[in-house]
């Protein structure tokens, strides 16, 4: 709407119900936080699942977090969300 605003875009372009896969925030400070291993949108708190086996994923939380992501996948006939996290830093090594 922006860009049609500033004339940069002919139309403006939405989403179809059933479209939206993925929210994204600008930075993790606002909107969508992931803080202490829980998602944290508004008022919504949810607790994310990370397995203690996994040190992969245990040395990568260790980073700095710059922003993070909500995604939509159908598997197997029903909807699963995952938030998938953009870190600082290099990535640890296996």
């Given at each position: 709407?922006?860009?049609?605003?500033?004339?940069?875009?002919?139309?403006?372009?939405?989403?179809?119900?059933?479209?939206?896969?993925?929210l994204e925030g600008k930075s993790n400070g606002t909107g969508i936080k992931f803080q202490d291993d829980k998602l944290v949108w508004n008022k919504l708190e949810i607790s994310a699942i990370i397995k203690k086996s996994d040190e992969y994923a245990q040395m990568a939380l260790e980073n700095k977090i710059k922003y993070c992501r909500i995604l939509r996948r159908f598997i197997r006939g029903k909807y699963k969300y995952y938030i998938q996290l953009v870190l600082e830093g290099m990535p640890p090594i296996k």
């Amino acid at each position: 709407f922006e860009k049609y605003m500033f004339l940069e875009s002919k139309r403006v372009y939405f989403k179809k119900y059933g479209e939206l896969n993925s929210l994204e925030g600008k930075s993790n400070g606002t909107g969508i936080k992931f803080q202490d291993d829980k998602l944290v949108w508004n008022k919504l708190e949810i607790s994310a699942i990370i397995k203690k086996s996994d040190e992969y994923a245990q040395m990568a939380l260790e980073n700095k977090i710059k922003y993070c992501r909500i995604l939509r996948r159908f598997i197997r006939g029903k909807y699963k969300y995952y938030i998938q996290l953009v870190l600082e830093g290099m990535p640890p090594i296996k």
